[in-house]
């Protein structure tokens, strides 16, 4: 019998399946994808958030654990664990090393990608070449991985993990972690999550998974069903406005529209509905995906005109273009005199002062309901854009209560050999917000402890099999 069994493909599966096996466990590890899309939405990632107390390699300055506490604590509203996320705040000091020997190089942040140079190691060649050097360095040590493999059903007798089932197939293991990600691939449950609204919309219907397909919650859902201690709302999500054109799953960071600040932000009839320029992008991209959610037929419209032009990220889809305001409205397909009405009064509300993006500046309206506290300009110089966006959803909360030692929990009691990480318990330390980072950040820790913990209890079973 195999000691550890893990779950899971991405980040997370693959720091615990490492860190089992450099603890002497054999492990088998069961990835839903096909080889060709392994790796979960961790293929898609960019960076880790990173405690420092002084300048290291490509982080500058310092970023002290207080600093990052107080930074999760503001983006949670206080819906964090204080134990379990300042043991994540720890552990981000000095995982690189250990991540570097199983190949995982990093780099210092790009201009444009929001502004994370002090607190973020941004990774060499992004997700793909971490979870491909992962993969490699696994396979290596001799951890056995298997594609195409989604599990269906997991086997406990009471509280303890027995085996994982495959259709007919039954893999038993002496101890287990899950790492399987999010719900958010799954339609139907988030429809079910985000329910009807006052005008009989489903919500849910409109929304644009970011990342991965395979992460349908198949095995969230079984141990909520097995009784296992639950932590998070399922209406909670990392929720970003995506270009409506993106594709339905894995569009990537690339179809992030980030020009939002620089203009206006309407809805399908034409109407601006929140401060486009309430505070720095960085600190505000994540919430304008349940924003676009809220309305109407859950679309928004970003408008901007020339002189925004070259002060953002290009997406990777161009916007659409027109010399005129009302040309601009039909190519959206927005009722050209209401959004005249809603530019001309946003325009004529715009104070002028010294416009500076890098700071809070003084450009704001006077006399309007939202105001746009910053940055506000006239949209006045032709060419004239425009960007369809939908709700993005990055991952879900919803996940299962954990403790120091990753052990998933049943009625209150840790289970001895069933662990748990990464985006699947994340809501531990994650209630709700997010800070740019701490996904990885979480996973890594958490993956790195699961797997620790598997181990031992895998080899204390061996060691109590030979007495
Ligand atoms: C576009 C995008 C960009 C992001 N950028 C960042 C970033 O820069 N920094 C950051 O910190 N976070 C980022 N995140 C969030 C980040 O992806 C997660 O926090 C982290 O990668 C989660 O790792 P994980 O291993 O828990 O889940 P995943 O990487 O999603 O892995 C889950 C795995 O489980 C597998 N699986 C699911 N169900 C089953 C089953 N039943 N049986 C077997 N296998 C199953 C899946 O195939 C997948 O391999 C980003 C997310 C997206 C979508």
């Given amino acids: 019998m195999i000691d550890v069994l893990v779950i899971g493909g991405g980040n997370a599966a693959l720091c615990a399946a490492l860190m089992a096996r450099e603890a002497g466990a054999s492990v088998l590890l069961l990835e839903a ?8 939405n961790s293929m898609h990632v960019r960076n880790l958030r990173c405690m420092h107390d002084a300048p290291q390699d490509v982080l500058l300055e310092a970023y002290p654990e207080e600093e990052f506490w107080q930074d999760l604590l503001k983006v949670t509203g206080g819906m964090t664990d204080e134990k379990l996320a300042r043991l994540v705040i720890r552990a981000s000091s000095n995982c690189r090393d250990w991540m570097r020997r199983h190949g995982v190089r990093f780099q210092a942040s790009l201009s444009g990608t929001l502004h994370l140079s002090r607190t973020n190691a941004f990774f060499m060649g992004g997700g793909k070449a971490l979870l491909n050097a992962y993969y490699r360095s696994a396979q290596e040590l001799g951890v056995q991985v298997r594609y195409g493999t989604p599990v ?28 399987c990600g999010g719900f958010e691939s799954n339609r139907e449950w988030m429809r079910e999550a985000w329910g009807r609204n006052e005008r009989g919309e489903w919500p849910a219907d409109n929304f644009l998974i970011r990342g991965t397909r395979f992460n349908q919650g198949v095995l969230l859902r079984r141990m909520m069903e097995a009784g ?7 209406s909670q999500s990392h929720c970003v406005a995506i270009d409506a054109r993106a594709p339905l799953y894995d569009g990537g960071i690339v179809t992030r529209v980030d020009c ?16 486009e320029g309430e505070d720095f992008w960085p600190k505000r991209y994540a919430i304008w995906g349940r924003l676009v959610a809220l309305q109407p037929g859950q679309i928004g419209y970003c408008v901007i005109d020339s002189k925004a032009v070259g002060r953002f990220m290009p997406p990777v889809f161009p916007g659409v273009r027109a010399d005129t305001l009302p040309g601009l409205a039909s190519q959206l397909g927005l009722d050209p005199a209401s959004f005249m009405a809603t530019i001309s009064g946003f325009n004529a509300a715009c104070r002028a002062g010294s416009f500076d993006h890098t700071v809070l500046d003084d450009c704001h309206t006077q006399g309007l309901a939202p105001a746009k506290s910053h940055w506000a300009r006239p949209i006045d110089t ?16 919803l996940g299962l209560k954990t403790n120091e030692d990753a052990a998933v929990h049943f009625g209150g009691e840790p289970s001895d050999n069933l662990f748990v990480a990464g985006e699947m318990m994340a809501g531990n330390v994650l209630g709700k917000g997010y800070t740019a980072g701490v996904g990885m950040s979480i996973g890594t820790a958490f993956g790195r402890i699961a797997g620790t913990s598997a181990a031992r209890a895998a080899l204390k079973e061996r060691s109590h099999a030979a007495a």
């Fill in 33 to 40: 994808a096909p080889f060709e899309w392994r790796g979960g």
């Fill in 152 to 179: 269906d059903g997991i086997e406990l007798r009471g509280g303890r993990f027995v085996a994982a089932r495959i259709g007919g197939e039954r893999i038993e293991a002496k101890s287990c972690v899950l790492a």
């Fill in 228 to 234: 296992a201690d639950i932590v998070g709302d399922p």
């Fill in 260 to 275: 939002v600040s620089l203009g206006v932000m309407l809805n399908r009839d034409a109407v601006r509905f929140y401060d």
């Fill in 382 to 397: 032709p060419p004239f854009y425009g960007y369809a966006l939908r709700p993005g959803i990055t991952f879900t909360y």
